[in-house]
């Protein structure tokens, strides 16, 4: 999705990223177990009898002046962590779960790959959280919904 702002039709709070971060938040609030079209606003996040109700709907930001690179957080409060570069995977991740939108910014927790290879969930969620203005976003990639631990 483009969030080109520049049209002059688009009235002070049309950013279309935004309102699809709104969508996904009521979403990952009701947690609903039915599944439609495979789209980052669908309607329910999926889930079924055969598995825990998916409770996320994981997203990956990229900036207007990213290159094509997907945005990158630490997976820790670790001050040190430079997450320029790193692959997923090591101490900054790719992936990110929406928590909070007000007005035109919004609050992620940072999703960390689940190194627990038994399990049927690719995330962990962790305490490592940030705030974008939802301006400074270009596009974002909906990941498939999943069922993360300790978030509701």
Do not use: H
């Amino acid at each position: 999705m483009n969030n080109n702002n520049n049209n002059s039709n688009s009235n002070s709070t049309g950013n279309c990223i935004n309102e699809i971060l709104s969508i996904i938040l009521v979403l990952q609030e009701n947690a609903c177990p039915d599944n439609c079209l495979d789209t980052c606003d669908r309607p329910m996040l999926g889930g079924g009898s055969n598995c825990l109700v998916c409770n996320t709907r994981p997203v990956m930001l990229y900036t207007c002046c990213g290159n094509g690179t997907p945005w990158s957080m630490p997976i820790s409060k670790d001050v040190t962590t430079n997450c320029s570069g790193e692959p997923l995977g090591g101490t900054c991740s790719t992936v990110f779960r929406v928590e909070k939108i007000e007005g035109n910014c919004c609050t992620f927790r940072v999703l960390a790959e689940n190194t627990d290879t038994t399990s049927l969930y690719p995330y962990m969620a962790t305490n490592s959280f940030f705030t974008m203005d939802c301006s400074c976003l270009c596009s974002i990639r909906c990941l498939s919904d999943t069922y993360v631990d300790c978030v509701c």
